[in-house]
């Protein structure tokens, strides 16, 4: 655990490359202080740029914040692996390279099932952990492109910002009113700035969606193996990874809680950024290894 401040927001800090194996990982750090360190693990096509330093910013007070681009996204190098399994497998590796010891999860999206697999993996690594938008393993509908809400979508001449909007938030004047300014958010920073993702990721990361959607194993056993408290949150109206499936993780998870967030979607906790930075740091900082704080 660090006790230097490196910088204090995602808009400023610096992109720095570590090599692990044979590849290079890109990330981010910054914040700082005596409490576990959080790992960020990022949405669908989401690199580091994506991450709202709304959300970032506030709780790298009095921790160290470290995003990552996993193989294949952003500057990292890499084939982007097909499996959440490979991308925890790499996550981990990253760590392992970083040096870190003993950390938090916030996983958003796909990042949530990734954080799933790294706990499974290496429970002694994770204390505890935020599972946002996200699903378990033989989850419901997760990330359907085919569905007519999300297709339409994607068939539109929307910018990429406005795409983003109407993916991330309830078709509602309140959330959409949020999302304009998550993504005025994301434009802080104006430099250093990571590639967005085409094809070939999206095709890949599709691929690790469907397989972690088809297991036909025991549904949610592997869940009930999670001892660590996990604080899971979803927005009621999200249409990529319905609330449902959050339910599933609350119901399953033998130590959670869960917190769902009205007139939202996907993106709730860059929409009520106040509220979930001020849940998730009462959580954090709870002495207690239950979900209640």
């Known amino acids: 655990m660090s006790t230097l401040t490196i910088v204090p927001s ?33 949405h669908f096509t ?40 490979g991308m925890a497998a790499h996550a981990l590796a990253f760590m392992d390279a970083l040096g870190v010891e003993r950390v938090d999860l916030l996983g958003f999206s796909l990042g949530g099932m990734v954080a799933q697999e790294i706990a499974l ?48 938030f309830a078709p509602s004047a309140s959330s959409e009113s949020a999302g304009q300014a998550f993504t005025a958010r994301l434009t802080q ?14 095709k890949a990361q599709i691929a690790a969606f469907r397989a972690w959607e088809s297991f036909t194993g025991e549904h949610f056993a592997k869940l009930r193996k999670l001892s660590q408290a996990c604080l899971v949150v979803s927005g009621v109206f999200d249409i990529l990874i319905p609330v449902r499936n959050s339910y599933l993780l609350s119901e399953h998870l033998p130590n959670a809680v ?23 740091a009462a959580f954090l900082a709870s002495d207690s290894q239950f979900a209640p704080y």
């Open 10 to 42: 995602n808009i400023t800090a610096p992109t720095q490359f570590l090599q692990v194996k044979n590849e290079t990982c890109a990330y981010r750090r910054f914040g700082g202080g005596f409490a576990h360190p959080l790992v960020c693990l990022q």
């Open 46 to 85: 989401g690199n580091l740029d994506n991450w709202d330093p709304a959300v970032t910013d506030v709780l790298a007070s009095g921790r160290e914040v470290i995003l990552f681009d996993n193989a294949g996204v952003g500057r990292s190098t890499g084939k982007v692996p097909e499996t959440v399994e």
């Open 121 to 168: 993996a290496r429970p002694s690594l994770v204390r505890k952990m935020l599972l946002v938008g996200t699903a378990p393993e033989g989850g419901e509908e997760i990330m359907r492109m085919e569905k007519p809400a999300v297709k339409t979508i994607f068939a539109s001449n929307l910018t990429a910002s406005q795409r983003l909007v109407k993916l991330f």
């Open 189 to 202: 920073r104006n430099q250093d700035r990571d590639p967005a993702s085409g094809r070939e990721v999206a």
């Open 258 to 280: 869960l917190l769902t967030y009205p007139d939202s979607g996907h993106g709730s906790l860059f929409q009520f950024h106040k509220s979930f930075t001020r849940q998730a």
